[in-house]
């Protein structure tokens, strides 16, 4: 009870004051200055080309998206980003002393127009790292978009000392009383503020009836410390990623990854389709996998395909398994690669020799 108490104290408190940030910011010029931009200070994106080329025969499905036909490169129509200032320590209430930085944000849109307000949401996708900018992110927004059938505009921020938004350089890591304020606090409190303003300020535009925060690694970790600040500005969080967020010990990682990885076994278990597809061999996701293991270890003669895959050291095998379970798009192929090195027929050789 003494716990739940102090947490919930802690709670409040954290709220109450970070309402404060927010109030006490609404009030200076640079606020003034991010609503002006709202309006008329989009830009092109620096980086999108990456995306709209590679991306679009790189994932199955989008080349079923709609591009207007003017427009087949996916640039500057669907995208276009905005730099904000936000205070370099949210906790400095003096005008005086107000420094700034920068939070860069690229927004694509729903149904590739810039005013389309037929939207049904918001989408803010977290980068991980910590150190990601939002640019790693950007293969992901098409396939996203196509999931969510191009109804709900996706927003992409560089999260401070990344990318556009101050890059942090090796110089600045010197400077202990700058790169300090360079946390999952400040990340947590910005991207609060930029939700904030979006919601208030970019009306017609954005749609608040339907937030959702997508973060992934890292970026769980700082959308855990948003949701304390932020409890009910939005409508749904998501945490993609294989690490407990509240954990934070490098030492732990193997056995908090392997946890997830546990689970996710189970999930096919649990899936009708899945289970069925093993239980035609017999055995199940979990014991095929640790078959596998043994065969690459010695421990049992080792299949045509065990012997033609590249990852021929049961560490290699173990870290491709991780890689994969990570990838929000790769981690669906894991079910499917144990089946065929556990049964192993004649295609199945084939398919292992490029592995």
């Given at each position: ?316 095998f173990k870290e491709l398994l991780y890689r994969k379970l990570e990838s929000m798009n790769e981690r669906v192929e894991i079910p499917w690669m144990i089946y065929r090195l556990y049964q192993c027929d004649g295609r199945d050789v084939e398919w292992a020799e490029g592995m």
């Open positions: 009870m003494t716990s739940m108490l102090i947490w919930l104290v802690t709670v409040l408190s954290a709220i109450i004051i970070k309402a404060q940030h927010i109030d006490w910011f609404k009030r200076t010029s640079y606020h003034k200055q991010n609503r002006q931009k709202l309006e008329n200070g989009w830009e092109e994106c620096p980086d999108w080309n990456i995306l709209s080329i590679k991306q679009k025969v790189s994932f199955e499905g989008v080349e079923q998206i709609q591009l207007p036909q003017h427009d087949i490169t996916i640039h500057n129509i669907t995208a276009l980003c905005i730099t904000l200032k936000v205070p370099l320590n949210w906790d400095n209430h003096n005008p005086n002393g107000l420094e700034t930085v920068d939070y860069f944000i690229a927004r694509a849109f729903s149904g590739f127009y810039v005013n389309n307000i037929n939207n049904n949401g918001a989408l803010w996708m977290l980068q991980g790292g910590p150190g990601g900018s939002g640019e790693g992110l950007y293969p992901y927004v098409i396939p996203t978009m196509n999931f969510m059938e191009n109804k709900f505009d996706i927003y992409v921020p560089d999260q401070r000392g990344t990318g556009y938004s101050n890059y942090l350089s090796e110089e600045d890591f010197n400077d202990t009383e700058y790169i300090k304020h360079f946390t999952a606090y400040s990340h947590a409190m910005d991207l609060g503020y930029a939700i904030d303003l979006f919601q208030n300020e970019f009306v017609g535009i954005y749609n608040h009836d339907n937030d959702i925060v997508y973060g992934v690694s890292y970026g769980t970790y700082y959308l855990n410390q948003y949701l304390i600040l932020f409890p009910d500005q939005v409508n749904a969080a998501i945490f993609d990623g294989v690490v407990d967020p509240q954990k934070k010990r490098w030492s732990t990682w193997d056995r908090d990854a392997n946890e997830v990885g546990l689970l996710f076994f189970q999930r096919c278990q649990n899936d009708v389709f899945c289970k069925e597809k093993f239980d035609e061999l017999n055995t199940t996701i979990l014991d095929a996998t640790k078959h596998i293991i043994g065969q690459i270890e010695g421990n049992a003669a080792a299949s045509k395909c065990v012997q033609q895959s590249s990852d021929s050291s049961s560490s290699g």
